[in-house]
T-cell receptor, first 113, second 113 residues
Framework: DGGITQSPKYLFRKEGQNVTLSCEQNLNHDAMYWYRQDPGQGLRLIYYSQIVNDFQKGDIAEGYSVSREKKESFPLTVTSAQKNPTAFYLC????????????FGSGTRLTVV | AQKVTQAQTEISVVEKEDVTLDCVYETRDTTYYLFWYKQPPSGELVFLIRRNSFDEQNEISGRYSWNFQKSTSSFNFTITASQVVDSAVYFCGTGGANSKLTFGKGITLSVRP
């Protein structure tokens, strides 16, 4: 079955360490997205990519980095520069054009201690 | 810029009650799309419905119905005869044909037995 796989589901890291969240899709979608979810804040866009080897900053990109070397993969690195990294992270993908909605992954809950 | 306002933050109903979730959007796109997603406790966002801006026909699907009114920029969602399994966070979103989606902050619906 086609879908988006995010791993791991839960991640614990020490403060000051970089951590990379994985997102893989087999839907042949061109566009991929990373959102952060905090209680009461809704979904906030971190980065998005509409084509391989290209990506754009979203509303809260500071302290994060991404790469898009393959169509299927869009990993997110939470760097030590991110002041408050503990959150629920959601990856999504969509076809390009015609306002198609997103398919979401099941999320990664990151806790920094 | 796009904006989605979900003024209700939490709603609690007793099973079998009807409940309406409100959504007001702002966009400068002449062609745009509206979405509702459901986020159960497992965390993954599940697509419920997509509507384009030139189709104001309202839709009913089982216990779910949607009321799109362009004149008031609203896209409300009603659950008839609610069930405990409807308990979730519901997100409304909007986007243009090739643009990223903007989501509201979500409404937490609790359905009590």
């Amino acid at each position: 079955d086609g879908g988006i796989t995010q791993s791991p589901k839960y991640l614990f890291r020490k403060e000051g360490q970089n951590v990379t969240l994985s997102c893989e899709q087999n839907l042949n979608h061109d566009a991929m997205y990373w959102y952060r979810q905090d209680p009461g804040q809704g979904l906030r866009l971190i980065y998005y990519s509409q084509i391989v080897n290209d990506f754009q900053k979203g509303d809260i990109a500071e302290g994060y980095s991404v790469s898009r070397e393959k169509k299927e993969s869009f990993p997110l690195t939470v760097t030590s520069a991110q002041k408050n990294p503990t959150a629920f992270y959601l990856c999504a993908s969509s076809p390009q054009g015609r306002g198609y909605g997103y398919t979401f992954g099941s999320g990664t809950r990151l806790t920094v201690v | 810029a796009q904006k989605v306002t979900q003024a209700q933050t939490e709603i609690s109903v007793v099973e079998k009650e009807d409940v309406t979730l409100d959504c007001v959007y702002e966009t400068r796109d002449t062609t745009y799309y509206l979405f509702w997603y459901k986020q159960p406790p497992s965390g993954e966002l599940v697509f419920l419905i997509r509507r384009n801006s030139f189709d104001e026909q309202n839709e009913i699907s089982g216990r779910y119905s949607w009321n799109f009114q362009k004149s008031t920029s609203s896209f409300n969602f009603t659950i008839t005869a609610s069930q405990v399994v409807d308990s979730a966070v519901y997100f409304c979103g909007t986007g243009g044909a090739n643009s990223k989606l903007t989501f509201g902050k979500g409404i937490t619906l609790s359905v009590r037995p």
